[in-house]
């Protein structure tokens, strides 16, 4: 009796250290990838919402923009699960280093972005292949924190984000004025300070031991695209109804100055506009955990997130001032905050080990599909006489309906791991 007293007293402070050390590398890594998402999101920022301030810098008409945005996202649509599904099946190469590539070459386009100033073509070429560097990355990105959160590494991944979207507010301030002062080139500029930023954030990132690194088979193995897609049908129906659920969010997103500008702001009123939206993420993102942990459904998270974007688009539609957009943008809290964190978790309930980076890359072509549809149609909508509110109107309407087909499609089931 007294030597098994004996053996638990040694066990259980072994058992302690290990959990102890575990949540301090959880600390750690969501520290880390903090930096990481603020990096990405300052990016997203700089590339996509400020992407037709520097485009009719550039000498582009509102209908060339939304041309280059909506071709940018047809590539990404081709390179994105080309890819993640690389990426999925290689022992060679690391995510670190395969994201590294694609920050190099984002930092070569908008050096070349930089220096060349026309003719609108060859800018606008360029522009498509610098924000397909980029989309490509950011589910790769993704991935290296679950794949820590799946060994059980406590990675914050929500809050993680939500400091993304504080480190987008600052600089969606900070480069508002810095166009009105110094001209839209100093975008790439900044480009390519978070591109050398990111690399050396990414590289210096503890890689997560994934399924075949140990060299022993796994049971399930990565599929191929159309396998993939052919085995997660509903999956893929869910996805083509958040593109469509997107639209509204897409055009708001990318012709934020014309909007602003309807009601008599400038380009520093656009930032002001768009740090709001990403200084309300943060909280939201903080507190996403508690509320995943209290339903343990992504899917309905992703419904609630869904009608808070219509609210944001009707908000929006009848603002009559800057101040009203600004309170349109504050509805971020409920809508693209609470669906970013919501859909990661939800391709990790629905999807397998094995798919993840495909299921994630998927999920992000959201984004992409819904570029392909919101961004060319934006434009032509502006370019029309009806303007942007004609523009906001149909991105209503359209998105009501892809909230309609998600609650019809979505009946997610989590897989056994």
Same mark, same amino acid.
């Given at each position: 009796m007294t030597l098994n007293k004996s053996k638990a007293t040694i066990i259980m402070p072994i058992r302690m250290n290990a959990m102890d050390a575990n949540k301090l590398l959880g600390k750690k890594l969501t520290r880390h990838f903090s930096m990481i998402q603020a990096?990405?999101?300052?990016? $997203?920022?700089?590339? $996509?919402? $400020?992407?037709?301030?520097?485009?009719?810098?550039?000498?582009?008409?509102?209908? @060339?923009?939304g041309l280059t945005l909506t071709l940018s996202s047809v590539m990404g649509l081709l390179v994105q699960p080309i890819v993640a599904s690389f990426a999925d099946k290689t022992k060679k190469f690391s995510l670190r280093s395969i994201v590294a590539v694609m920050l190099l070459g984002m930092i070569f386009f908008a050096l070349l972005l930089f220096i060349i100033p026309r003719p609108v073509l060859g800018v606008g070429i360029l522009y498509m292949i610098l924000l397909t560097f980029f989309a490509t990355q950011v589910p790769l990105v993704t991935t290296m924190s679950m794949d820590h959160i799946n060994? &059980?590494?406590?990675?914050?991944?929500?809050?993680?984000?939500g400091i993304g979207?504080?480190?987008?507010?600052?600089?969606?301030? &900070?480069? /508002? $004025?810095?166009?009105?002062?110094?001209?839209a080139g100093v975008i790439m500029?900044?480009?390519?300070?978070?591109?050398?930023? &990111?690399?050396?954030?990414?590289?210096?990132? @503890?890689k997560a031991k994934r399924s075949g690194d140990d060299g022993v088979e796994d049971e399930v193995k990565p599929t191929g695209l159309l396998e993939f897609a052919k085995n997660n049908k509903r999956f893929m129906l869910v996805v083509a109804s958040i593109s469509i659920l997107f639209f509204s969010h897409v055009t708001i997103s990318t012709f934020m100055i014309q909007i602003?500008? %309807?009601? /008599?702001?400038?380009?520093?009123?656009?930032?002001?506009?768009?740090?709001?939206?990403?200084i309300v993420e943060l909280p939201a993102m903080a507190l996403f955990p508690l509320l995943y942990k209290k339903f343990h459904n992504a899917g309905l998270l992703m419904k609630v997130s869904g009608v808070a974007f219509l609210i944001k688009t009707a908000v929006t539609l009848v603002a009559p001032s800057v101040f009203w957009v600004d309170a349109a943008m504050s509805l971020q809290f409920f809508a693209y905050a609470m669906f970013i964190p919501a859909s990661v978790f939800y391709v990790n309930e629905v999807i397998s080990g094995a798919d993840q980076n495909k299921g994630q890359a998927l999920m992000g072509m959201v984004m992409g599909i819904s570029g392909l549809l919101?961004?060319?149609?934006? &434009?032509?909508?502006?370019?029309?006489? /009806?303007?942007?509110?004609?523009?906001? %109107?149909?991105?209503?309407?359209?998105?009501?309906? /892809?909230?309609?087909?998600?609650?019809?499609?979505?009946?997610?089931?989590?897989?056994?791991?």
């Open positions: 990096i990405y999101i300052m990016g $997203y920022c700089s590339i $996509y919402s $400020y992407a037709a301030v520097f485009l009719l810098a550039r000498g582009f008409t509102n209908s @060339q923009v060994n &059980g590494v406590p990675i914050n991944f929500s809050l993680a984000r979207s504080f480190a987008y507010a600052i600089l969606s301030i &900070g480069l /508002g $004025y810095l166009v009105d002062d110094f001209g500029l900044v480009n390519i300070a978070l591109g050398l930023l &990111g690399i050396a954030l990414v590289l210096s990132f @503890q602003i500008e %309807t009601v /008599g702001g400038s380009s520093a009123d656009m930032g002001m506009a768009n740090s709001v939206a990403a919101g961004n060319i149609l934006g &434009g032509l909508m502006l370019d029309s006489r /009806g303007g942007v509110p004609f523009m906001l %109107t149909v991105g209503l309407g359209v998105s009501l309906a /892809g909230f309609v087909m998600l609650i019809m499609i979505d009946r997610s089931k989590k897989v056994i791991r």
